[in-house]
């Protein structure tokens, strides 16, 4: 009788993974273990909202290094980092090149404060132009119009942005309220110099990913998709307290429902990842007559950025 090899057995249940997807807690791995993970799955690391800063007074370079190398070590197969990286410029660079080749593949969709205009630069010109080509000269992806295709698996990204959507409901207000008071709310309201409304953003944002996702969808190279955003997209990424009247005006810029039912609507999507919250949250958005959603928050907070693993 034939017997079979143990590589053999390796690789069916390579192929049998199917849809499995599951957040993993971040850890690093000893070499042989690695190994076994790259293997068995794909090994995918995010972190966000690292708010790297040279004088320390919101995270410091140490820290950002601390979670560069424990990524290093985790065997992931690409990190992605889902905005809120650092701010002015000078800040963006040097947290990329903190994270430079700590995976295969490192993939960037940026947050609201690194669209903060500067002295030199607008907020358009920064996302538009400077800061895809900062990330594109480090050898790393723009997310929002470079996958990363993996193993079959595709990893796009959008900053997403918020449309007011997310807004605390018990509160009764439109988006006329939101925008007018975001002043007294937002620090945003002061950096951003875009033309743009909060909305009109938001749009563009969601047809410039829906584009990708209809690309992928019909990509035979590609079986499942990942999706990272800076602003949570879905209700079970938005936590709620309608007895703190604060923190429920706060939820009209914490999230962008349209996006994410936008994103729902791609069968291939089985999970996404966003920041900005500074909490972290893992949840599922179940959908009818298609799999699950895992979907998460990566918990980083100024002084204490952290990561997370994903194995599918
Ligand atoms: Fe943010």
Known sequence: ???????????????????????????ADPAYY?????????RLAFTSDLHFDTTGSLTTPEEIRRVAGEVAASHAAAL??????????????????ALAGRAPHVGIVVGNHDVWHDEHRTSAQLWQTTLPAE?????????????????????????????????????????????AIKPQVSNDAHWLDWEWSDVEISRKLREQ????????????NVDRVVVA???????????????????????????NLTMGEAIARFPKVRAVVSGHLHMSIHAVVPRARMTDIQACVVGSDYGTPTWLLLDM
Request: with cysteine; aromatic share 10%.
């Open 1 to 27: 009788m034939r017997t079979v090899p143990w590589l053999d057995i390796l690789i069916s249940l390579r192929k049998n993974r199917k849809d499995r997807v599951a957040f993993v807690a971040a850890r």
């Open 135 to 179: 990330t594109r000269e480090r050898g790393m992806y723009w997310l929002e119009q470079d996958p990363i295709v993996v193993d079959r698996v595709a990893i796009v990204g959008s900053m997403a942005w918020y449309d007011y959507s997310a807004a605390e409901p018990s509160i009764g207000r439109d988006q006329a309220y939101y925008a």
């Open 229 to 255: 955003t800076h602003v949570p997209v879905f209700e079970q990424q938005i936590r709620r307290d309608p007895t703190n009247l604060a923190w429920s005006i706060a939820n009209a810029y914490f999230g």
């Open 80 to 97: 992605i980092v889902a905005g809120d990286i650092g701010h002015p410029l000078h800040n963006f660079r040097h947290c990329l090149d």
């Open 209 to 220: 990913l829906v584009a990708l996702l209809e690309r992928l969808e019909a990509d035979r």
């Open 34 to 42: 690695g190994a076994l993970v790259q293997v068995l799955m794909l």
